[in-house]
């Protein structure tokens, strides 16, 4: 205990800092992200075409320079990359197709997370109430595309349940993405809100920005030989 302040240095959240050569492949996806929300507010295909498809493949470059690009979670971005490429082409069957790969996203990154720790029981219930809950609203709006957005949905809730056993910032990563696409499904359904598709790729990128970091810093705190806190110690999860 620090008598002089009171704090207990311990259970002060860690606090990890890359050289800034590591950085700079964070600052390239940040420029690349502004892009493509500019791209996508103005209405210019050829610079999303430009853009979106490099946003996850920066973060997986990243990631193998600062050591922390696991099997799953790689996998997960090089999917991500195929699945933003597909749903750039306007049509049913490439937007079932970039469903498909970010199914597999979803898949692989629940893998990775459940891997680290598993999620309590009430985060589990509280994302599967909530899949419930959205997909009786949009049901009857759905049309044939009812089935396919039940079955990823739930992937994609189990996702966000899972990232809350890793940190605070994977957890906000999974939450913002399944806001993300909770805001395309309202889109199949019909229900547009004030700069939809702008709020679709803002809360995208920062998914796969707080997912990518908040992963790096679980690697860099196993690097450093510390052991994942349980759930029934007094110490709170890391960053």
Do not use: E, I, K
């Given at each position: 205990m620090n008598t002089a302040t009171g704090a207990d240095p311990r259970r002060r959240p860690a606090v990890v800092r890359w050289p800034d050569r590591d950085a700079a492949l964070l600052w390239a996806f940040a420029v690349v992200a502004a892009v493509e929300l500019v791209a996508v507010a103005t209405d210019v295909p050829a610079a999303q075409w430009l853009a979106k498809p490099l946003l996850a493949p920066l973060l997986l470059a990243w990631l193998w320079q600062v050591h922390a690009a696991d099997r799953p979670i790689a996998v997960g971005l090089v999917l991500a990359t195929a699945g933003d490429v597909a749903l750039l082409i306007p049509s049913?069957?490439?937007?079932?197709?970039?469903?498909?790969?970010?199914?597999?996203?979803?898949?692989?990154?629940?893998?990775?997370f459940i891997?680290?720790?598993?999620?309590?029981?009430?985060?589990?219930?509280?994302?599967?109430?909530?899949?419930a809950v959205?997909?009786?609203?949009?049901?009857?709006?759905?049309?044939?595309?009812?089935?396919?957005?039940?079955?990823?949905?739930?992937?994609?809730?189990?996702?966000?349940?899972?990232?809350?056993?890793?940190g605070r910032r994977v957890a906000a990563g999974g939450a913002l993405f399944l806001f993300s696409d909770l805001l395309i499904g309202l889109g199949a359904g019909g229900t547009r809100l004030p700069g939809h598709d702008v709020l679709v790729m803002a809360t995208y990128s920062a998914a796969l920005f707080m997912i990518s970091i908040g992963w790096a810093a679980r690697a860099s705190d196993r690097g450093r030989g510390r052991r994942p806190r349980r759930r029934s110690g007094p110490a709170r999860p890391p960053a």
């Open positions: 049913d069957t490439a937007f079932l197709v970039g469903m498909g790969c970010f199914l597999g996203t979803q898949v692989a990154f629940s893998t990775a891997g680290h720790r598993r999620p309590r029981p009430a985060a589990v219930a509280g994302y599967l109430t909530l899949w959205a997909n009786a609203l949009l049901w009857p709006r759905l049309g044939d595309l009812r089935l396919p957005v039940l079955g990823y949905s739930l992937a994609l809730s189990l996702m966000a349940a899972t990232a809350t056993a890793v």
